[in-house]
């Protein structure tokens, strides 16, 4: 059984590094890119960009990050799409597989609505100025966005790699807010037999920095579960299995409210939106069946690596060094 | 266990009836996209863009592709649904607009529950979602 675990995972991680390797568009500026996207004829991007998205929906689901934040820097690094069109799509894939997770844990209430509502206003609020920032950014100079948002992307690694959510963090005392909205609950623990119950501190600073996420998720087009899950958790005291089901939950609140500026303002192609949104999806249902007999802890930090290599490549993009080809 | 915690294990009623909206809202808006993609890349219907001009021109920014391409923005793909390119952005719309409709069945049931904070906070996010669907917000690209 590990050699199959360990096969499993290394064909995936294989697969993604040999087609980056290879794509043709990995290795060339932004000029060549255009005019090598134009030699082949129309159907090629979107076959090729299905089953990128499908292995990406695989990886995504075992190694515990959205889609969004694989897609937007790998797409932006590795195929001729311009900037805008890639955070337009990131933002419907990373709405489509929020809205898809959405039933499942609102069900089983570990996706809890009364911590989900106040925070997703914040956040969707912010997503909507961030969009339009970005839009704005990206029409003065895109390579201010694509700089900026491998920066992020190295930031995102880094906070992966580093930090270490709690599982049911202690919370001795409520505070006020928290009280007055209502923000505790309970869900029943399968793997523990017990119920837990929860509640939340620190609740009006957790709520501040749903601005900050809202921002960075409208801006780069990125699903924002990596953000929220650490401020939900580790800031505010909700427990783990909580707080991942209720980011996913938010990210179709957030993500729904910056999708409409991208899509009102054009950046939404289907000819590479829905290869995206099928593949990625189809992808994580696979992902789901093969979660069970893969290693996803060794997954998880070959898409950290994976993660680091996508923002430093955006960096060197937008810097225009070409260190990274 | 009493009756209190009994009653917070058990999903709300506005939970599952947001759930068993989304879930026949989400399937629906897939199916949407995926026959939509079929009648467009099979050319059942005529696309605004030529399919094999469309790689000459996503390395471009999105100004200057709608402006090439003489692609409108905001709702303006609406009156293009004739279009096998537009007519994608039934399924694209119907996904962003599931956010809201299942929110509108929370104001209705925190309001009988007489929640107003609440319902307060779930009106605002309709607001909030409406004005970025509609259009007004950055739609002029150009």
């Not at chain 1, 912010?126 to 700089?147: K, R």
């Not at chain 1, 580093?162 to 909205?181: F, R």
């Not at chain 2, 003489?70 to 096998?84: E, N, Q, R, T, V």
């Amino acid at each position: 059984m590990p050699n199959i675990r360990v096969r499993s995972a290394g064909w995936l991680i294989g697969s993604l590094l040999i087609f980056i390797a290879r794509c043709p568009a990995a290795a060339a500026t932004a000029n060549q890119v255009t005019a090598g996207a134009a030699v082949h004829a129309w159907w090629f991007w979107p076959i090729i960009l299905f089953f990128f998205c499908l292995i990406l929906g695989i990886l995504a689901v075992m190694a515990g990050v959205g889609g969004g934040v694989l897609y937007v820097p790998l797409v932006s690094g590795f195929f001729p799409f311009h900037i805008d069109f890639v955070r337009g799509v990131g933002l419907m894939v990373a709405l489509a597989g929020a809205l898809a997770a959405g039933p499942g844990l609102l069900r089983r209430n570990l996706a809890n609505l009364r911590l989900a509502l106040p925070v997703a206003l914040i956040a969707s609020i912010f997503s909507i100025l961030g969009a339009m920032l970005g839009l704005y950014l990206s029409a003065l100079n895109p390579d201010i966005i694509q700089t900026c948002l491998g920066v992020t992307i190295v930031g995102i690694a880094i906070l992966l790699l580093a930090s270490k959510n709690t599982e049911k963090p202690v919370v001795n005392k409520q505070d006020a807010i928290g009280l007055a909205l209502g923000l505790r609950g309970a869900y029943w623990d399968d793997g523990a037999r017990e119920s837990v119950e929860w509640k939340t501190h620190r609740t009006l600073l957790g709520l501040c920095m749903f601005v900050l996420v809202g921002m960075l998720a409208g801006m780069f087009g990125l699903g924002a579960g990596w953000a929220n899950v650490p401020v939900l958790n580790l800031l505010m005291g909700a427990p783990l299995k909580v707080s991942v089901a209720t980011s996913k939950f938010l990210l179709s609140i957030t993500d729904t409210s910056a999708a409409w500026i991208y899509m009102n303002r054009g950046c939404v192609i289907p000819l590479i939106a829905v290869p995206s949104i099928v593949g990625l999806m189809l992808g994580s249902l696979i992902g789901v069946k093969i979660l069970a007999v893969a290693k996803p802890k060794m997954i998880r930090y070959m898409v950290i690596a994976v993660l680091f290599f996508a923002g430093l490549k955006a960096i060197d993009k937008g810097l225009g060094l070409g260190l990274l080809g | 266990m009493n009756t209190q915690n009994k009653e917070d294990l058990q999903p709300s009623p506005e939970q599952i009836i947001y759930a068993n909206l989304l879930v026949i809202g989400v399937w629906a808006g897939i199916f949407i996209l995926v026959a939509t993609y079929v009648i467009y890349v099979t050319g059942i219907l005529p696309a605004h863009v030529d399919m094999s001009l469309i790689p000459k021109l996503w390395g471009k920014g999105v100004n200057e592709y709608l402006e090439m391409t003489h692609s409108p923005h905001g709702w303006g793909w609406a009156a293009l649904l004739y279009k096998g390119d537009f007519l994608n952005y039934l399924g694209f719309a119907f996904l962003a607009l599931m956010t809201i409709v299942c929110y509108l069945v929370l104001v209705r049931g925190y309001s009988r529950q007489k929640d107003w904070m609440y319902t307060a906070i779930a009106v605002l996010e309709i607001v909030v979602l409406s004005v970025a669907a509609s259009g007004i917000l950055g739609a002029g690209g150009h």
